[in-house]
Every structure is written in C-alpha cells, then in structure tokens.
C-alpha cells in the first residue's frame, strides 16, 4: 500500500516518486500548508475507501504515519 500512496502523492503534488520515502514529511520537504495537507489526506481517503478520524489525520505528518493509518482502517 505504502507504494500506491507514494504513487498517488507524486501524481497529485507532481513530485517524482523516487524523490518520496517513507520519511518524507508533507510540511517540510513536500512544502504542504495545513489546507494542502488535509486534501490530500482525504483524496488518500476516498481512493482506499477508508475514514480517518480528525485525531488520526492530525496524526500524520509523514507517507509512513499515512501508510500505517490507512493500511489499519483498511484492514479493519
């Protein structure tokens, strides 16, 4: 899952993927606002067909916290 979120980021944010690790942060190195952050975060959402809680969406902060987040809600 963590390659498709890689995928997706570097699609939405035109990032090449081999530029997104698992640590990057989407503040400091993809350079996202709180605004930028969270549509992201729901276009995670929608395209895993998953809910994240605001206390798990202000959780993220890197492509690995929001692997582990959405592999979680999808496995549940």
């Known amino acids: 899952m963590q390659k ?3 995928d997706l980021i570097s699609w939405r944010l035109h990032v090449p993927a081999q530029f997104i690790y698992p640590e990057t942060h989407f ?3 993809l350079n996202l606002d709180a605004f930028d952050r969270m549509l992201l975060i729901a276009e ?3 395209h895993f067909a998953v809910y994240l809680s605001t206390e798990e969406v202000d ?3 890197t492509v690995k916290d929001a ?3 959405l592999q979680r809600k999808a496995a549940a």
């Open 4 to 6: 498709q979120i890689i």
């Open 59 to 61: 959780a993220i902060e």
């Open 44 to 46: 995670l959402e929608n």
């Open 27 to 29: 503040t400091y190195d």
């Open 67 to 69: 692997s582990f987040f």
